[in-house]
């Protein structure tokens, strides 16, 4: 970036509109899963000394990420008991990852005016959204941000003459997926960025020393950690490889973005398709056309460098919108390059697909308002009937069998809520049950079926 673009005030206003676009996300009541009320809980139960020990820095655990659940934790201590200062910080970070993307266009040789327009659209597509929008996506958003740190890092060390330069090179590259490694193992793409970052930058050969510098953070990393994390994915249902997969896992990605009304990319290959799906295929479609027709070079990164975001998941037999986050940066720095390219019929495509995915946006970020306000209800029900009736179980079943997904994803494995240890005490069943002692209305709240 340029000093004027990098100046605090810019800084600052790219922040605040990104602030105002997440506003939808920020004010939400309530939060998406049991995860955040697992590790708050967990959080409560340690005093700040004890948060660094207990992120989890045991190498042979499947979820290595004790950077990702340290922080979680300490945000969990200072603002759970508040949803929307918890979704705000979560929204801070979206934007500065924001700020980052409009300062790596930059680097790349975008407009300053169409970097900073381009991060911010970014932030409206549901992968963001989503990835902002639920507070267990943490370790999307800082494994994201350190990678993008470190590249721009790289760049600008780049262009510094000394003979040393390659070599800092290598190292900052290397120590930086090391440490986005230790949030999240998604960072294993890292070398992949920094070899397509060969095919766009002029300095090719220290961006090959950085592509080396990470490759070497990668390799020692699975070193340690490729048994456990096999063995993790091979125990659960949710990460489960399959070899078929990867072509279904990969046209829902695509696909999804600009989708409406559709809240999971995995329910884009549940049916068959449908006019919101097609609608979607055909703008994609064209706009692939488009360009392949006005740069092929461009058109050929624009496929190629989401599907190398997304090789770690592809392999699993579902696909979720946080799991693209970082794709959708890549598709995003593409089109901002190929934008003066684009004239006429060209960017008129263009602009109906960024309609389309920023509508589906918006309905996402209404959509886990929605849900997080119903779960807020659901939360607070739950904790007075077990702190009125302390010595006893309930057991809880959705009154309509389209809200038990909001159900089991609320309630399931939490382990206690503010100091109360629920100790198995909730116990949640199939809607139509005949033994709940509850029922979960459609706004959220507890009903009492029997007493307990």
Not at 288 to 293: G, V
Not at 357 to 375: D, E, F, I, T, Y
Request: net charge positive; hydrophobic share 55%; with cysteine.
């Amino acid at each position: 970036m340029n000093a004027r673009s990098s100046s605090p005030r810019a800084l600052l206003l790219i922040l605040a509109a990104a602030l105002l676009i997440q506003l939808p996300l920020i004010t939400n009541a309530g939060y998406f899963s049991h995860d955040e009320l697992q590790w708050a809980y967990w959080a409560e139960a340690k005093s700040w000394s004890q948060l660094w020990s207990g992120g989890g820095w045991d190498l042979q655990q499947f979820q290595f990420r004790p950077l990702t659940f340290t922080f979680w934790m300490a945000l969990s201590k200072l603002f759970f008991e508040s949803p929307w200062l918890m979704h705000a910080c979560i929204a801070l970070l979206g934007a500065i990852n924001a700020a980052l993307i409009a300062a790596w266009m930059q680097q790349l040789g975008v407009a300053r005016r169409t970097a900073v327009i381009a991060a911010l659209i970014w932030l409206l597509n549901p992968y963001a959204m989503m990835t902002h929008g639920w507070v267990g996506a943490l370790a999307d958003v800082l494994w994201v941000m350190l990678i993008l740190i470190t590249t721009i890092g790289v760049r600008r060390l780049s262009l510094r003459s000394a003979f040393s330069t390659n070599s800092r090179v290598m190292l900052l590259a290397g120590a930086g997926t090391a440490v986005a490694l230790l949030c999240k193992e998604a960072a294993l793409v890292a070398p992949a960025v920094f070899l397509a970052c060969t095919l766009i930058y002029a300095e090719r050969r220290a961006m090959l020393y950085a592509t080396a510098g990470s490759s070497v953070a990668v390799s020692l990393y699975l070193i340690l950690r490729l048994t456990p994390i096999l063995d993790g994915a091979a125990a659960s249902d949710a990460y489960a490889l399959t070899s078929a997969a990867p072509a279904m896992r990969w046209v829902e990605y695509l696909i999804f973005p600009a989708t409406l009304q559709t809240f999971d990319p995995s329910l884009i290959g549940a049916s068959n398709p449908g006019t919101r799906e097609w609608l979607s295929i055909l703008s994609i479609t064209s706009l692939s056309i488009a360009l392949f027709l006005r740069c092929p070079r461009l058109a050929l990164l624009w496929v190629l460098a989401p599907l190398a975001a997304l090789i770690p998941v592809l392999l699993l037999a579902k696909s979720f919108s946080h799991y693209a986050y970082a794709a959708s940066i890549a598709a995003a720095v593409v089109l901002a390059i190929a934008l003066p390219r684009l004239r006429g019929w060209p960017r008129i495509v263009l602009s109906v697909w960024l309609i389309l995915v920023s509508v589906h946006g918006l309905q996402v970020a209404n959509k886990l308002r929605q849900m997080g306000a119903r779960q807020s209800i659901l939360l607070d029900g739950t904790d007075r009937v077990l702190r009125h009736y302390s010595y006893s179980s309930i057991s809880i079943r959705a009154e309509s069998a389209e809200d038990e997904p909001l159900l089991l994803r609320s309630l399931s494995h939490v382990p206690g809520y503010r100091s109360l240890n629920w100790d198995g005490r909730v116990q949640l069943l199939r809607s139509g049950s005949p033994s709940a002692t509850h029922v979960m209305r459609p706004s959220g709240e507890l009903q009492s079926v029997t007493a307990p």
